[in-house]
């Protein structure tokens, strides 16, 4: 009996793996594409699944029409996917791609399938620009001292409200520094 599930379990297998067509036309820094489906139904759209180092990234629907599926014979020609390459993998780093009709474990076959790829990143994000020198950090001399710590550059007010006040709002004293000026 077990001899009898095992070979139907076989045989499923081996059904199941002959059911699929497509293939991976392209996989690159800028888009993976190609087309799926299923020979049992050839009007219904499938979907795939992309793996980036085994990891499960997208699983795009394969439901763009394409005529030269079309012209071929291949069902509705509505069969196609196309995505753009992921932002995480434009990183610079070697990322190995793999795309399996969904849900199975049977690869595409096409030069697109099992690819190594290692995209620039798409831009250098946050640079910080600042040429200045900072106040905070001071390579020249030893380490600072509680007073030097405490001290403010004369050119900022000695509180934030003074800053924020107006002329006519001043202290008598800033007044009568601002008259003998």
Do not use: E
């Not at 993976?32 to 997208?58: C, E, F, H, K, Q």
């Not at 434009?90 to 399996?100: A, E, L, P, Q």
């Not at 900072?134 to 030097?148: D, E, F, I, M, Q």
């Not at 008598?172 to 003998?180: E, G, L, N, V």
Request: contains cysteine; positive net charge; aromatic residues 8%.
């Amino acid at each position: 009996m077990t001899k009898v599930i095992g070979l139907a379990i076989v045989f499923a297998a081996a059904l199941s793996a002959q059911s699929y067509s497509g293939f991976a036309d392209v996989t690159n820094c800028s888009q993976i594409g190609g087309w799926a489906g299923t020979r049992r139904s050839r009007t219904t759209p499938s979907s795939v699944d992309v793996y980036d180092n085994g990891v499960l990234l997208v699983s795009p629907p394969a439901n763009i029409f394409r005529q030269d599926l079309l012209n071929a014979g291949i069902g509705n020609g509505y069969h196609g996917y196309s995505i753009a390459m992921p932002s995480p993998l434009k990183d610079g780093h070697s990322h190995y791609i793999t795309i399996y009709f969904h849900g199975a474990s049977n690869q595409l076959s096409g030069a697109g399938t099992s690819t190594t790829i290692a995209c620039p990143g798409s831009g250098p994000g946050y640079q910080y620009y600042y040429t200045d020198a900072l106040t905070s950090v001071n390579t020249t001399t030893g380490p600072r001292t509680a007073s030097a710590r405490r001290a403010r550059p004369a050119t900022l007010p000695a509180t934030p409200t003074a800053a924020r006040s107006s002329p006519r709002s001043r202290s008598p004293t800033a007044a009568a520094t601002t008259k003998s000026k």
